[in-house]
């Protein structure tokens, strides 16, 4: 009798411990290993899982879930408290702090941290978010919540690879070239992997906006599932074998930006190229118009550029770039003018200025900051035939393409 109950008795210990060990919080990134400001690759695998916050730009008060394909199972401080095959649809909401699951009138109960999960190989679960109200997404794989500061945190809980192209499709659109979608698959993956820690101290690796990398989920376009396949852990790494900063912008203007000139890190493989594919694409010139005295004004309060002086005053209203430069300059006078594109919000530092009565018009060349990859010259290059390896190498200089895998044997263990 004494047996029996201590058989019992552990059983439900044992039933206890087992559930106390589903992790509900991120994993911390074990396998890359920061050195001298750079990343450095450890045994990542194929089905690496990532966390990303959905939604990052909204608070949330409430959603519904409902799942697509797979069976999913609705887990709350370690227990499962509700499953899919039961409730078609659920409900979750910010009540005080904590989420309350609601299926149809029935309240199933209310938590600080939700998992909802499931074990099959192909899943996908509907989100509607109801407040705010906007139109329905479709997610792969897992999702997590919690209940922080009177909103709702998502955050998917994802295999890299699904994620890459959920990434892609928001990034470059359907009907694209798949070369096209090769490199932005690879830079998107190249990317995320080497900034795993930008939300350090969050719960989460990325987020879903253009902060980190635009994601509004699942891939519905078959040549993107495609080339994110056929670039399966490709990544692009310097000379050094760390990952590179794999930065895009939408169009160079006919030249791209050296990295020291836009942020001030000089970076061996974000060198300024000549770009003839980006010149006649849609976003490869733009014109502002303002006020004369507006621009003199600025100059003189912002930058103390001495508009008095007839020469300089001149210079400043006919400033001519034909080739990327970084300041409008006189005698020891700089006036950045990656701080000119902010202050006047304009889409490029790559402009000229020609006079127009009381007002100067801006001459502009491309789109964004113009370091790295051109996406409309890159988009060019792959309808023309060049093959993505063609594209990365154009734009990055002293780079290579590399398998994840192979990058493992460079471990220092
Ligand atoms: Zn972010």
Known sequence: MRKKKFIIASLVILFFVSWKTIDFSPKPIKNIKRKKHCTIV?????????????????KIESFTLAPETGKYRIWANGIEVANTETFKIVKLSCVNDSIEIRAFETVIGKYK????????????????LMSPDRKPRFYQDNLLVTAELGELKCVNEIVLDNYIAGVVQAESGKRSYSEFYKVQAIMARTFALSNLQKHAGEDFNL?????????????????ILKSVRDTKGKVVVDDDLNLIDATFHSNSGGQTA????????KLPYLRSVKDTFSIKMPNAKWERKIAKDEWLTYLKAQHNYPIEDTVARKKALNFKQEVRIPYLEMNTIKVPLKNVRTDFQLKSTFFSIVQDGDSVIFKGRGFGHGVGMCQEGAMHMAKLGYKHTDVINFYYQKIQLIDLYKLSFFRDE
């Open 207 to 223: 987020c879903d906006h253009t902060h980190c990398q635009v994601y509004f989920g699942k891939s519905t376009e078959a040549d």
């Open 258 to 265: 050296n990295s020291e000139d836009v942020w001030g890190r």
């Open 113 to 128: 941290h939700v998992k909802i999960a499931s074990q099959d190989s192909i899943k996908t679960f509907r989100l509607k």
């Open 42 to 58: 450890r045994k990542i695998s194929n089905n690496e899982i990532l966390y990303i916050k959905l939604f990052s730009q909204l």
